[in-house]
């Protein structure tokens, strides 16, 4: 009895063990896949977020009292760097108010644009290394990852 169960768990073993590690594969797939899907509802999220906190900012800034002072604040200290820039153009006040507002501009449209790619470059980076670390651990554990498994 006991030969007959040597000889019967030889092969079957052998099955068993391929077959658990085929389903420990297809686990990790499928683990890749609902992480895959999570992260798109993350950077869904994201984009949402921003979007409201945009909102907001503007929803702060389109009244109130701290608005008021921020602008009397701004003018005057714009009015001052206009008028030197001014007497700087000659006696040209109108010339200065013109320049300064269009360096305004464009420092303020620089840093937005800045600190928006800075934002995306570094979201993208982060899940790029993330889906890289698991592509190198699927390697380490099933001898090849899912990008090699498919082309097969």
Do not use: C
Not at 101 to 106: G, R, T
Not at 118 to 131: C, N
């Amino acid at each position: 009895m006991e030969r007959i169960h040597e000889n019967a768990a030889g092969p079957g073993t052998a099955a068993f063990h391929r077959l658990r590690h085929h389903l420990k594969e297809l686990q990790e797939y499928f683990s890749l896949l609902v992480s895959a899907k999570k992260d798109k509802m993350k950077v869904g999220a994201q984009k949402g977020a921003m979007a409201g906190a945009l909102g907001a900012l503007g929803l702060l800034f389109g009244g109130g009292l701290v608005v008021t002072f921020g602008v009397m604040i701004a003018f005057y200290f714009f009015a001052g760097l206009a008028g030197g820039l001014g007497r700087l153009f000659g006696d040209q006040l109108w010339l200065g108010q013109l320049v300064l507002s269009v360096l305004f501009l464009a420092l303020l449209a620089g840093g937005g644009f800045y600190g928006f790619v800075k934002y995306r470059k570094t979201a993208r980076e982060s899940l790029v290394d993330k889906y890289e670390k698991r592509k190198e651990w699927e390697q380490s554990q099933f001898g090849h990852d899912i990008s090699q498994q498919s082309h097969e």
